[in-house]
């Protein structure tokens, strides 16, 4: 009874998503055996973010107390998002191949980078033949939990040994630095001979930092994230309720992480960020991320404080050194190297965090700091943490992705038909109604245009851009022959070595919109000519016959009263009277 109602549930879903998918594995006695699924929400979501993802089993969380797997993820708000759900009766190797083979059909093929499980052999010997491309690694806080159960008094509260293991575990970058550390604490404490100890120092690469390294992961090194996933499911479903009831309440707990990550959204597109150094390269940080992504960016480039930078190849090679290399670790790693390459575009640290995180470090934020870049560069802005992450398209529609800009060569036919579109996806978002009618004329005129669209007339923007990308390889592949023309004549001629292109010079100022005159238009400058020698091209203030001839010096006047030089009668203060001077006294 209570697998009819299961599969009733299963089509149910199936009729209100019709991107949802499941399949069913049956025994010999047509009893169900393996049970996966996944909502079109969690198929989007595996899209975008399905490059680093964890597995995880959990118990007692069904009637039947049949093992319950989640596939999950992290999206660009650093949250828990949940692919795809797997109920199975066994642990067994051929039922994980099962799984896995399942989940990468279900999801449209597309295999993950990295997946982080459990120690079970089972799992990883499907894991090698179901997806033989992807990295696989354990999980650090299964490796921890049989420490702990393992190491007994020496994991207790009065003993280092914890602090220093979770030092080696969580904070190690390279592997020298964890082989040195690790020898440095076997000899402190005396556990070179230790079973246990010896046995995971023996598959190190599967689970020490040093080897994620490398590896994308974002940010993510443990079945963490399964986990509490798990734990949430715990707290929606009963122990023992039956299978129909699980899928409702797994329903449930989808429909609520769905509900804080729209909440993220909101947050990130509303509210703004606070600035710690108020740099360029942090203001464009936070138009790029979102809100929890800044925050991690911000917490490395403030780390840049606590290092110090130094140039050995200009513009090349670097040294970040701690500024507490003293008092660290004689083990610790205190200095990194950080490459440049040619074009300024990608710094590669030593520290291998932008390989493994998708964020940059903050060695390489100190050099781009160094180099006062106002952005991030490109090819250091992974679009899965960015506003962005979303804006992912298939492969014959990945020309209407935000990031590509607008179409390279738009028609008035197509920008008629694209502006129709989005006013009915206005419409069709009114209302549950609107949008169920929108679905179905959608189809409608999709299986109408889909045999009349095989006779193409070549005026569609596909073709049209596929025109120009031909154009352009064809001016690429000319110019290319001619330049192997050229340098096949020149092979011979020592002239030729040295010759380069014309610079193009361009006039000071604001260009001209006027036009080129004859030299018989232009105005002809007048002619200047000295006044001491009068000759043509200089003035008398730069005249060569100047020298240092003194000048002459200034005739004084003469007073006509008293006959004294140097004042006029009007200013003379000799009274005299003239013999024809009249007295009327």
């Known amino acids: ?165 979770h030092k080696l575990v969580h904070h190690m970058i390279t592997e020298e630095e964890f082989g040195a550390g690790w020898q440095d604490m076997l000899e402190k404490y005396n556990l070179r001979k230790h079973p246990f ?70 947050s990130t597109l509303l509210s703004g960020v606070s600035l710690r150094l108020n740099l360029p390269i942090e203001r464009h940080a936070s138009k790029v991320y979102t809100r929890a992504m800044f925050e991690k960016f911000d917490e490395e480039l403030y780390k840049c404080g606590t290092h110090v930078l130094d140039e050995i190849v200009p513009r090349k090679i670097y040294k970040s050194t701690h500024i507490d290399a003293a008092a660290r670790e004689k083990w610790s790693k205190v200095e990194f190297k950080i490459e440049v390459n040619d074009d300024e575009s990608f710094f590669s640290c030593e520290c291998g965090t932008f390989e493994h995180s998708g964020l940059v470090c903050c060695h390489a934020l100190q050099v781009m700091v160094f180099f006062r870049l106002s952005k991030i560069p490109e090819k250091h802005i992974m679009k899965r943490w960015t506003r962005d992450a979303r804006d992912v398209l298939p492969a014959y529609l990945v020309r209407y992705q935000r990031d590509r800009g607008p179409p390279s060569s738009d028609t008035f036919r197509h920008h008629t038909m694209y502006m129709k579109a989005l006013e009915c996806v206005l419409l069709g978002d009114s209302n549950v109604k609107c949008y169920g009618v929108f679905i179905a004329m959608m189809k409608e005129v999709q299986a109408a245009l889909v045999p009349l669209s095989s006779d193409k007339d070549g005026m569609g923007l596909a073709e049209r851009e596929q025109q120009n990308q031909l154009l352009v390889q064809n001016e690429q592949e000319t110019l290319e022959l001619q330049g192997c023309a050229t340098r096949s004549q020149c092979d011979g001629e020592s002239s030729c070595s040295v010759i380069v292109g ?57 007073c006509s009263n008293c006959g004294v030089l140097g004042h006029r009668r009007n200013a003379c203060g000799t009274k005299k009277s003239g013999p024809f001077e009249p007295n009327f006294l």
């Open 502 to 558: 014309q610079r193009k010079k361009w006039p000071r100022g604001r260009p001209t919109t006027s036009r080129d005159k004859a030299l018989y238009e232009e105005h002809l400058k007048r002619l200047r000519f000295c006044t001491i020698c009068k000759s043509q091209g200089h003035k008398c203030t730069t005249c060569p016959e100047r020298g240092d001839v003194p000048k002459a010096p200034r005739k004084l006047p003469k």
């Open 1 to 165: 009874m209570d697998a009819v109602k299961t599969m009733e549930i299963l089509s149910e879903m199936k009729a209100n998503d019709p991107d949802f998918n499941y399949t069913v594995q049956v025994d010999e006695e047509s009893r169900i055996k393996t049970l996966m699924w996944v909502t079109s929400r969690g198929f989007d979501q595996y899209r975008c973010f399905g490059d680093a993802i964890t597995f995880d089993t959990t118990y007692r969380t069904n009637l039947y107390d049949m093992p319950f797997g989640l596939f999950v993820g992290v999206n660009n708000h650093f949250q828990s998002i949940i692919f795809c759900g797997a109920m199975m009766r066994d642990e067994k190797e051929d039922t994980f191949k099962w799984i896995f083979r399942e989940f990468i059909r279900m999801v449209g093929g597309k295999h993950p980078q990295t997946i982080l499980t459990n120690q079970a052999r089972a799992m990883e010997l499907a894991i090698e033949v179901e997806l033989p491309n992807t990295v696989h690694r354990w999980c650090k806080w299964h490796v921890l939990k049989k420490v702990k159960e393992s190491m007994g008094v020496l994991w207790s509260k009065n003993s280092n040994f914890k602090m220093e293991f």
């Open 197 to 266: 100890l010896t046995q995971i120092y023996e598959v190190q690469h599967k689970w020490a930092k040093p080897y994620f390294r490398g590896v994308f992961c974002a940010k993510m090194n443990s079945t963490q994230r399964s986990e509490s996933a798990n734990h949430l499911l715990k707290g929606y479903v009963p122990p023992g309720c039956p299978m129909h009831l699980f899928l409702k309440q797994f329903e449930k707990l989808q429909f609520d992480r769905e509900s804080e990550e729209s909440f993220q959204e909101k």
